[in-house]
């Protein structure tokens, strides 16, 4: 699988995070407390979210709350394109006010059905209440489109979800087996922990670089790091950010990133880690099955 790689313009809109494709230790006893998980807000304004609706898992419905996910183009060609979509109210109008989640109004997350392929991204919000973002897709297939949004007048984080269906010859592969270790650009990322159905557990991600620890992690969207985590079949949808934040006193800039993490059931799901060094955000790719 390749990745891809790109500089990061911490300030503006519409930088782009494009991926095809993540040992608990003891030092991360001072970390923080964990952050809040579904949808929740806590006082300092972290989200953390699997943007549950219903009691369903993130992502799997395209309306919430009388909040809808309206794509331009449900179905699209290969390359790059101008990807639009809008955020509808309950009034049926575009929404054009959001409470910012981790120093962006909308997370855009594009993933391949097999879970093989993966773009974060962060598009700009026209004043027609269009969100836009220049989208490379290489391969056909299918695909699905989630939004982590807080609109100001629903006061929480939610998760809508569509599907998104990129023409051309498809070629099916499967979800790629399980792995701990990542490899990208000289970088080697090492997981550890347990997935565990309706119980929260730890994950810790190690970074290291031509084997050596990497403890200059720099700051990405206010954080060291970033996890969305799919389920294999319905990509049921979770995505959370580490315990600790830069600049609180306590939280170490690697190697360790450490989450709170709870999925919504059993399965094979695919994690995906955004972390940035080196001016450079890149994304660590791993598979893993629930225990018990």
């Known amino acids: 699988m390749t990745t891809q790689t790109h500089a990061d313009h911490s300030g503006a809109h519409g ?4 991926h095809a494709g ?18 929740q807000h806590d006082r300092a304004g972290q989200h953390d979210h699997a943007g549950h609706g219903g009691g369903l898992p993130g992502g799997l419905q395209i309306t919430q709350d009388g909040y809808q996910l309206q794509l331009a183009a449900p179905i699209i060609g290969t390359g790059e394109i101008d ?15 959001y409470t910012a989640i981790h ?36 391969e056909a297939g299918a695909y699905r489109v989630f939004t982590d949004i807080a609109p100001r007048a629903l006061g929480k984080t939610i998760t809508l979800g569509a599907d998104l269906a990129v023409a051309g010859a498809y ?21 550890d922990g ?28 206010a954080a060291f790091g970033h996890l969305v985590i799919l389920r294999a079949g319905d990509l049921a949808y979770v995505h959370v950010h580490p315990n600790g934040e830069p600049g609180d006193g306590v939280t170490a800039p690697g190697p360790d990133i450490t989450f709170h993490t709870a999925v919504p059931g059993p399965g094979t799901y695919r ?22």
């Not at 930088?15 to 494009?18: C, G, K, R, S």
């Not at 093989?116 to 598009?123: K, L």
């Not at 347990?194 to 969207?221: C, H, N, S």
């Open 83 to 97: 990807f639009r979509f809008r955020i509808l109210g309950p009034d049926g109008k575009p929404v054009t006010d």
């Open 271 to 292: 994690l995906f880690l955004d972390f940035k060094h080196g001016d450079v955000v890149r994304t660590a790719a791993f598979t893993l099955p629930t225990t018990a």
């Open 22 to 39: 993540h040992h608990n230790h003891s030092a991360h006893a001072g970390h923080a407390a964990p952050a809040a998980h579904a949808g």
């Open 103 to 138: 120093d962006r109004d909308l997370h855009l997350i594009v993933a391949r059905r097999e879970l093989t392929g993966f773009w974060h991204v962060h598009p700009q919000l026209t004043a027609d209440g269009t969100w836009a973002v220049r989208l490379n897709l290489p």
């Open 15 to 18: 930088d782009h995070t494009a």
């Open 171 to 191: 070629e099916p592969r499967p979800t790629p087996e399980a792995t701990r270790t990542a490899l990208v650009d000289g970088y080697e990322v090492t997981l």
């Open 194 to 221: 347990e997935l565990v159905p309706g119980a929260g557990r730890l994950l810790t991600l190690t970074v290291r670089k031509d084997g050596e620890p990497v403890t200059d992690l720099q700051p990405y969207l």
